[in-house]
């Protein structure tokens, strides 16, 4: 069984910054891609952005200058710092992993979301 727990989540004005985390833990092999997604009200989930193990990089265009990932191999653990906040950034924001367990299979995993709220 694997967790993804995520944090970081708030109310923010527009403008605002805040950084989000998501620490796996549990029957956990090998991290192949981290990454985020979101969702706002009314719309499909979409990725905002995802990092793999060697640190190669895909960003949203929506977030590109303003968003970044990063993630800590040895704590198992990604981030998303967000700069620049506007209120179109508003939605649940969900961890995603792609890993392999124990078992050798390939998982994907999500994480049960953070509510970022930004305010014009």
């Known amino acids: 069984q694997v967790q993804l727990v995520e944090s970081g989540g708030g109310l923010v004005q527009a403008g605002g910054s805040l950084r989000l985390s998501c620490a796996a833990s549990g029957s956990i092999y090998i991290i192949n891609a981290m990454g985020w997604y979101r969702q706002a009200p009314g719309k499909q989930r979409e990725l905002v952005a995802v990092?793999?193990?060697?640190?190669?990089?895909n960003n949203a265009d929506s977030v590109k200058g303003r968003f970044t990932i990063s993630r800590d191999n040895a704590k198992k653990t990604v981030y998303l710092q967000m700069n620049s906040l506007k209120p179109e950034d508003t939605a649940v924001y969900y961890c995603?992993?792609?890993?392999?367990?124990?078992?050798?299979?390939?998982?994907?995993?999500w994480g049960k979301g953070t509510l970022v709220t930004v305010s014009s």
């Open positions: 995603n992993a792609d890993l392999t367990d124990y078992e050798l299979r390939k998982v994907d995993y």
């Open positions: 990092i793999t193990r060697s640190g190669r990089i």
